[in-house]
């Protein structure tokens, strides 16, 4: 079975500080995904890459950063977290098109809390 | 801009009964995925459909895909309430790379 993890469930920071969240994957996969969850507004694409040291933005970069230094490892950084940030981080992983298929497999999530 | 669109957003059901649930999307695509998600948990996979009419089904949920219509479908058969969680499509298109595009959700409670 795939598994996606991530590095916290609850995580609690005070605004301004430099906040990173963690997704290692062990399938192998080249892609990796972040997003947020908020109530009423669904997941929204953070930010994707689709290689060691890849990257791409998506629909709402604006406030973090991305590094992919291994192909494992998917790490999304706040670079001075704002209370507008509080929210479900959900990390997700697919492998390269095989079969026409391009299905995600997420990980158990990250609450952050920025007060 | 490739949109996603679920109805209900909230679809509250007794036991027993039957119900479908919409997911039309607005441009090409053959390729369409199923997600559950339970409250405070993450999102698990369900179904993928990867053609025009393709159906699947796993106990109480059946999918099914119309490429020709753009919608897909999730539908209930005599629900229990084991399956209340919010349930999610998502699609991806030609020129989207890896990247899904997901609907809004839908929120089903099935009450005994």
């Known amino acids: 079975d795939v598994k996606v993890t991530q590095s916290s469930r609850y995580l609690v920071k005070r605004t301004g500080e430099k906040v990173f969240l963690e997704c290692v994957q062990d399938m192998d996969h080249e892609n990796m995904f972040w997003y947020r969850q908020d109530p009423g507004l669904g997941l929204r694409l953070i930010y994707f890459s689709y290689d060691v040291k890849m990257k791409e933005k998506g629909d709402i970069p604006e406030g973090y950063s991305v590094s992919r230094e291994k192909k494992e490892r998917f790490s999304l950084i706040l670079e001075s977290a704002s209370t507008n940030q509080t929210s479900m981080y959900l990390c997700?992983?697919?492998?390269?098109?095989?079969?026409?298929?391009?299905?995600?497999?997420f990980g158990p999530g990250t609450r952050l809390t920025v007060t | 801009e490739l949109k996603v669109e679920q109805n209900p957003l909230f679809l509250s059901m007794q036991e027993g009964k039957n119900y479908t649930i919409y997911c039309n999307y607005s441009t090409t695509s053959d390729r369409l995925y199923w997600y559950r998600q339970d409250p405070g948990k993450s999102l698990e996979s369900l179904f993928v459909?990867?053609?025009?009419?393709a159906v699947k089904q796993e106990g109480r949920l059946m999918a099914s895909l119309d490429t020709k219509a753009r919608l897909s479908t999730l539908h209930i058969t005599a629900a229990v309430h084991d399956l209340s969680a919010t349930y999610f499509c998502?699609?991806?298109?030609?020129?989207?790379?890896?990247?899904?595009?997901f609907g809004e959700g839908t929120q089903l409670t099935v009450n005994p």
């Open positions: 997700a992983s697919s492998p390269p098109e095989g079969g026409g298929l391009y299905e995600q497999y």
């Open positions: 998502a699609v991806d298109w030609e020129t989207s790379g890896s990247r899904l595009t």
């Open positions: 459909l990867l053609s025009n009419g």
